[in-house]
């Protein structure tokens, strides 16, 4: 039995069902992620990375199969209760999903006044706080989105959905069009959370780069399923044609090579 199956599951997704109209994007979907794990999911376009991510925060209810966090299946809990479940989760949109019409301290802060019940200005200190943990400078605290680079956007994006002491957290594509230099800081700064604050955390990403250096395992949604989750040298070694492509192609040749020599020194 391998070291994974013996630590605690705090996403469990069996037998997972979505459909869309006659389209089918998910059916006999099983996954699961482990305490303290950075779990990554890949697939091709239309594969549901998103609705997956999606179905397991609650934003929608799957047509079939049951998502249990912490145990619990959240379909089955009342409002109270389902609000204390999703409370120990943080969420980092794709292109950030900050509210354009406030500073980054009130998009951190609105978490923190709306569901832990805080005044606004023990609110705006503690997202002064958490800004700093996300490593945007106090410069840029009082600043709207419209004037942020990409990657402070996402900086700021986590700086909220770490807002409220989240047990797991949830990123989708958080290196989307950053440039290398900042997509490579963004995913140490993810390891260094996730060893600091016992995070566990599910993470939608195409970068090839962020799956070899802060993966413990990758998913693969293909085939309407996960058609395996594993350490990624036993991901890519799976015999599966998109599989085939995308980890030995010349990108995925390169990370692998640039993974390896990070490994080294």
């Not at 999903?97 to 805080?118: C, D, K, M, Q, R």
């Not at 002491?165 to 290196?175: R, S």
């Not at 290398?180 to 090839?208: C, E, K, N, Y």
Request: net charge negative; with cysteine.
């Amino acid at each position: 039995m391998s070291e994974a199956r013996n630590r605690e599951a705090v996403i469990e997704v069996r037998e997972l069902c979505n459909r869309f109209g006659p389209q089918v994007v998910h059916e006999h979907l099983d996954l699961d992620l482990y305490r303290g794990e950075i779990l990554s999911v890949v697939g091709g376009s239309g594969s549901g990375k998103s609705v997956l991510l999606r179905s397991i925060v609650g934003l929608r209810r799957p047509d079939a199969g049951v998502v249990k966090v912490f145990g619990q299946n959240l379909v089955e809990l009342n409002e109270n209760q389902r609000s204390q479940v999703e409370r120990r989760f943080g969420v980092l949109f794709q292109k950030g999903a900050l509210f354009s019409s406030l500073t980054l301290t009130e998009n951190v802060a609105l978490p923190l006044i709306e569901h832990a019940g805080l005044s606004r200005d023990d609110a705006e200190h503690l997202a002064g706080v958490k800004l700093a943990l996300a490593g945007l400078p106090l410069s840029a605290a009082d600043k709207y989105p419209a004037s942020l680079s990409g990657g402070m956007i996402k900086r700021a994006a986590l700086a909220r959905a770490l807002a409220l002491d989240p047990d797991i957290l949830f990123l989708d594509e958080p290196t989307a069009g950053l440039d290398p230099i900042g997509a490579a800081a963004f995913d140490q700064l993810i390891l260094t959370l996730r060893d600091a604050l016992g995070l566990s955390v599910f993470l939608i990403t195409h970068d090839l780069d962020t799956l070899y250096t802060i993966s413990d395992r990758v998913a693969v949604l293909a085939q309407k399923k996960v058609l395996v989750a594993a350490p990624i040298d036993e991901v890519a070694a799976t015999d599966d044609p998109w599989i085939h492509d995308y980890f030995h192609g010349p990108r995925g040749r390169a990370a692998y090579t640039a993974a390896a020599a990070l490994k080294e020194n």
